[in-house]
């Protein structure tokens, strides 16, 4: 089939001499339409010489200028040359995304170190005496709970302050039934009734962490 672009080369070249057709061509230039349909394909390195002699006074073009025009060495360019490039984007937007994902898990390894080393810091007291604790009352069954709990609470309390997390309400508390805040345990009961609360729930900022497991008051 014709290329296109030589096809559209080869009829302006032909309007600015006057000729209309490719038939009229050929017979302007004593050459087979063939040859005109071997240029109109870019086939030039495959068209005997002679032929070029003809057509190149006839479309008012020198040599030189008309092989220029109809080879496909400089089409070939056009076309390698920006796909050569894209590649080379390609390959540098890939090394970039590499790089980038690179310095984000290194990112997230700095922030979870950190996240640990100061967790860490806030339970150092649990760390350090809560074996010592546990081991005492397993020795001793009668231990108060009530002298192990503040082993537990203090840190714990300070690492949820740290955290921005809070209690939705502490145990114990009746307040009115929010279905948004609150997970029934059992029985029923309508927004704005009155439950009691069994298990605390908690909340981190705006963002529900675990709803507050409640019972309605009238079973409880």
């Known amino acids: 089939m014709p290329n ?5 080369k080869l009829q302006d070249l032909m309007q600015q001499v006057g000729i209309s057709s490719f038939k009229a061509l050929s ?6 339409e063939y040859q005109l349909l071997r240029l109109r394909q870019g086939k030039l390195a495959q068209m005997r010489v002679d032929v070029l002699l003809k057509l190149s006074p006839v479309l008012q ?6 092989i220029a025009t109809f080879s496909t060495v400089e089409l070939l360019q056009e076309k390698v040359a920006p796909t050569q490039e894209l590649l080379e984007e390609i390959a540098d937007l890939r090394k970039e995304y590499q790089r980038s994902q690179l310095q984000l898990e290194q990112q997230r390894e700095m922030l979870l170190q950190e996240l640990q080393q100061s ?48 209690a939705i309400a502490p145990v114990g508390a009746e307040l009115p039934y929010d279905p948004q805040l609150h997970q029934l345990m059992e029985g029923n009961a309508q927004p704005g009734e009155i439950v009691k609360v069994r298990y605390t729930g908690y909340l981190q900022g705006d963002k529900l962490l675990y709803r507050a497991k409640v019972s309605p008051l009238k079973e409880s």
């Open 119 to 166: 967790s860490l810091q806030l339970l150092e007291s649990l760390l350090l005496q809560w074996p010592t604790a546990a081991q005492k009352a397993q020795e001793n069954p009668q231990l108060a709970a009530a002298k192990i709990i503040p082993l537990v609470q203090k840190p714990l309390e300070k690492l949820l302050q740290a955290w921005r997390v809070e």
């Open 4 to 8: 296109i672009d030589f096809t559209q």
């Open 27 to 32: 017979r302007a230039a004593g050459v087979s």
């Open 61 to 66: 073009m020198p040599l030189n200028k008309l």
